[in-house]
């Protein structure tokens, strides 16, 4: 038995780990487990007399109204607002939506929607494992397979989106393609493709409706593409020296159901199936006002969009749209203590619903850690003053919020970084496999056509890409009525009186419309949210500013189709007055969608922005021409962006800091 002595720090440390319950739930609390069953089985029962498949593809909550949710969180003790899910099923070959209400614990039906435009709702996790099984037990695949030489056994699956190319709603069905990977002494089965092969599966029917045997392709070698440490064999990269995460007193923030407090911030944390991680009603606390001021309504991923850039007929439908075709949130991955997450990190469990509605439970769906890596909040050395050494260093402890998606082959770790000097920062890392694709060159030398990528390994090309992700981020600085101002950095011309001939200075440009906020900054250029009509004691407009992440131009045609789905790269800004029901920046239902509810569409209603509630598009982008440093496993590349207060406190509100 432990001595005594040893139990009291641990129970002192289950204690601050464990969730406190509100008073009352916070507005914008994901669906409890409970309540997804009432709302599935409540939409079930609109359904009693269909003979085909009723699929459930979004349960998520209603966003209550703005107006009221604010009331809310001003008077956190008042009721709880009332509660309503937005739920879209497959039915009949149609897409239905259906606002339920959860009033007294019961599910009632407040409203239904046939949706009668482009584009079908985010494939779940199931049907696609179904398209997978009906085209490896489909009798003339499997004879493909074996005339290859290849064993059935060995074949893995994985369903493809196949995006939109013209075709007229009418012809446009729900299909996925189905290609294939051998497993057979590897797990990495992204670089072992079977091309020359692949299946087309109606995913309303799910019946396999094409399969298509066009060529046998070369099969790279498995050696060397293992990334296992157990697989793994001597020479071994150098160890460092074990480096400890340690808070002997616990960490420093406070979890009430869904609501965090950490240091001078305050906010709401939540997980929805199509975007993962959603930060809301985020406000910090000013010591000089003594008050807790607004920051952000809500910010989340809208959209992330991945074109492949090989126009051949086995790669060019390769433009996926992945939260909403395959959903951020329903492809999270439990995160691993100690390694996705330090050794300090909380984890919280997620619930999505299931195909058929049942509730699906994620554990270590997402983690929050403070983190200290050694970096500096502010400092200074005073060397001027003769006899007198002055030297103040602050320590820079930040809270990350992390979730990790996979989509297919692909890794996405994504941060949210809370500051206490006011910035939030948000950061995409990619990491996971490469899309292998076959080929008969095993040297450099020998390539003498246009592959699309770099031959990375022999036999296998890395295919060139892109990676385009657009936050939305209803900032709401100080109040709702805010301005997006662009600070033009102008050169000027002296008038001669000193030796000087030229400097810079600002040039301010007060953005009133929709048109005009959309921007790819080729020139210095300083981007502002601003309240104008809250001051600082100097009278400056208290605002907050973007400094902007990895900016990549889309390359491709303006009428090329993915293009016209992935508009949403065409400017790296947005801007747009606060609508509810306006999240999508690649459109609500972009699964083979044709590109027509997208941010495009929706700026071009050009809209007042000015002194209005508005929010913040933001598209961050990476070209991805592969390199064999990247095979047989990425090593994780980072992009960002920030949100950093800009004249928002009347001086540094981190002067008072004490360092941890
Ligand atoms: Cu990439």
Redesign the pocket.
């Given at each position: 038995m432990a001595h005594p002595i040893f139990k009291i720090p641990i129970l002192v440390f289950l204690f601050l780990f464990t969730s406190i319950p509100s008073i009352s739930s916070h507005p914008f609390d994901p669906l409890s487990s409970l309540e997804i069953q009432i709302v599935t089985s409540t939409v079930k029962s609109k359904f009693t007399n269909i003979a085909q498949r009723l699929t459930f593809h979004y349960v998520g909550i209603e966003d209550p109204n703005k107006p009221d949710v604010l009331s809310w969180v001003a008077n956190p003790r008042s009721p709880p607002l009332p509660r309503q899910a937005f739920v879209v099923v497959r039915a009949n070959k149609q897409t239905h939506e259906f606002i339920v209400s959860l009033a007294n614990g019961k599910g009632s039906i407040v409203s239904e929607h046939v949706y009668q435009g482009t584009g079908f709702p985010t494939l779940t996790l199931q049907e696609q494992e179904e398209a997978i099984e009906v085209s490896l037990k489909h009798q003339p695949f499997i004879s493909s397979i074996e005339k290859r030489g290849l064993n059935i056994s060995d074949v893995v699956g994985s369903a493809f989106s196949i995006g939109w190319y013209g075709e007229a709603q009418s012809e446009t069905k729900r299909i996925v393609k189905v290609l294939f990977f051998y497993k057979e002494s590897t797990v990495n089965v992204w670089l072992r493709p079977i091309e020359g092969i692949e299946t087309t599966v109606d995913l309303d029917d799910m019946v396999l409706t094409e399969l298509k045997d066009i060529h046998v392709s070369v099969m790279p070698k498995s050696e060397g593409t293992e990334y296992q440490a157990s697989t793994m064999r001597p020479p071994f990269l150098a160890e460092t020296k074990p480096i400890l995460v340690n808070q002997p007193h616990g960490p420093s923030f406070v979890v009430r159901g869904h609501t965090v407090s950490w240091a001078n911030w305050d906010f709401h944390l939540s997980f929805d199936m199509r975007v993962g991680v959603v930060i809301s009603t985020a406000s910090i606390y000013d010591i000089d006002q003594q008050k807790k001021r607004q920051v952000l309504y809500r910010g989340q991923i809208s959209e992330l969009f991945v074109p492949y850039q090989d126009p051949t007929e086995e790669w060019y439908y390769r433009t996926f749209m992945d939260a909403g075709e395959f959903g951020m949130g329903s492809s999270a991955v439990a995160l691993e203590p100690h390694h996705d997450c330090p050794s300090n990190a909380m984890f919280f469990d997620a619930y999505h619903a299931g195909q058929d509605g049942t509730p699906v439970k994620l554990e270590n769906a997402y983690c929050m850690f403070e983190k200290y890596a050694g970096d500096i909040a502010w400092r200074h050395t005073e060397a001027v003053i003769p006899g007198e050494l002055i030297r103040e260093v602050r320590r820079e402890v930040s809270l990350v919020i992390r979730t990790i998606t996979v989509i297919g082959n692909y890794d996405y770790i994504l941060d949210w970084e809370l500051k206490k000097c006011g910035t939030i920062k948000l950061s995409v890392s990619?990491t996971g496999i490469m899309e292998g694709k076959t080929t008969t060159y095993k040297h450099e030398s020998e390539v003498k056509e246009e592959i699309y990528g770099l031959l990375v390994a022999p036999n296998t090309i890395g295919i060139n890409?892109d990676?385009f992700i657009t936050y939305y981020l209803d900032l709401d600085i100080d109040g709702q009525e805010n301005s997006f101002q662009k600070l033009k950095l102008k050169s000027f011309r002296t008038d001669g009186s000193t030796p000087r001939k030229s400097y810079w200075s600002v040039v301010s440009e007060e953005v009133k419309k929709e048109l005009d906020a959309r921007l790819r900054p080729t020139e210095p250029v300083e981007l502002h949210i601003v309240n104008p009509n809250k001051k600082t004691a100097v009278g400056n407009k208290v605002g907050y500013r973007l400094i902007p992440g990895p900016m990549a131009i889309p390359l491709l045609s303006e009428d090329d189709y993915p293009q016209i789905r992935g508009s949403l790269c065409d400017y790296d800004i947005w801007v747009t007055p606060y609508n509810k029901s306006e999240k999508w920046a690649g459109g609500m239902y972009v699964d083979r969608g044709h590109g027509d509810k997208t941010l495009t569409q929706i700026t071009e209603q050009n809209r007042d922005i000015n002194n209005k509630d508005i929010v913040l598009w933001h598209t961050i982008g990476?070209h991805?021409h592969p390199s064999q440093d990247e095979f047989p496993i990425m090593p994780t590349l980072t992009g960002g962006f920030e949100l950093r207060p800009t004249n928002f406190f009347d001086r540094n509100p981190i002067l008072k800091m004490r360092s941890p």
């Open positions: 990619l890409h990676h990476f991805h």
